[in-house]
T-cell receptor, first 113, second 112 residues
């Protein structure tokens, strides 16, 4: 039931691009993306709702493939501040699971100068 | 900036003690959550609430209990702490619709 994230870890040079994937075996209503820096609380990045939409904020964007129950987070021209652990949180489509998120195991991203 | 607070930030206690972790938010959010997170690992939902007098257990079995007497307050209680309870506990709240969750700074609990 827990979504599967890949890769588990990635190291980038500043300015390089990265893609983080999140796959679920369940039909989904939404996918959330959060970033957590070491010793801090997770911070919301974006939410994608059923309908296959793509969202973006500056150089971070994401897509949601409803048919495959997959979401991808795209980090373009990475900055040092992008370092941290990225979690996807999935909300199943079933009504009795409304508003509860199931988080993946995280992807550790390190951006080096 | 989200206004959600947790106290204490760090707690070291002995086995068998009763503890309460406090969580408060000033945003008027109906939905609140407690997560347990070991260092570098995923977040596990242990309790959630959709509003006053509404509490449910999450997906990860926990010996803790919660209460929701006021909208802004969602405390978590461990009646008898054990070393297996050592972890970080994160409180969160969310907007009325299926929206983002705002996380508190967390309480890092160590049970000796």
């Amino acid at each position: 039931q827990q979504p599967v994230q890949s890769p588990q870890a990635v190291i980038l040079r500043e300015g390089e691009d990265a893609v983080i994937n999140c796959s679920s075996s369940k039909a989904l209503y939404s996918v959330h993306w959060y970033r957590q820096k070491h010793g801090e609380a997770p911070v919301f990045l974006m939410i994608l709702l059923k309908g296959g939409e793509q969202k973006g904020h500056e150089k971070i964007s994401a897509s949601f493939n409803e048919k495959k129950q997959q979401s991808s987070l795209y980090l373009t021209a990475s900055q040092l501040s992008y370092s941290g652990t990225y979690f996807c949180g999935t909300e199943p489509l079933l009504m009795d699971s409304s508003y509860k998120l199931i988080f993946g195991s995280g992807t550790r991203l390190l951006v080096r100068p | 900036e989200a206004d959600i607070y947790q106290t204490p930030r760090y707690l070291v206690i002995g086995t068998g003690k009763k503890i309460t972790l406090e969580c408060s938010q000033t945003m008027g959010h109906d939905k609140m959550y407690w997560y347990q997170q070991d260092p570098g690992m995923e977040l596990h939902l242990i309790h959630y609430s959709y509003g006053v007098n509404s509490t449910e257990k999450g997906d990860l079995s926990s010996e803790s209990t919660v209460s929701r007497i006021r909208t802004e307050h969602f405390p978590l209680t461990l009646e008898s702490a054990r070393p297996s309870h050592t972890s970080q506990y994160l409180c969160a709240s969310s907007v009325p619709s299926r929206g983002e969750q705002f996380f508190g700074p967390g309480t890092r609990l160590t049970v000796l």
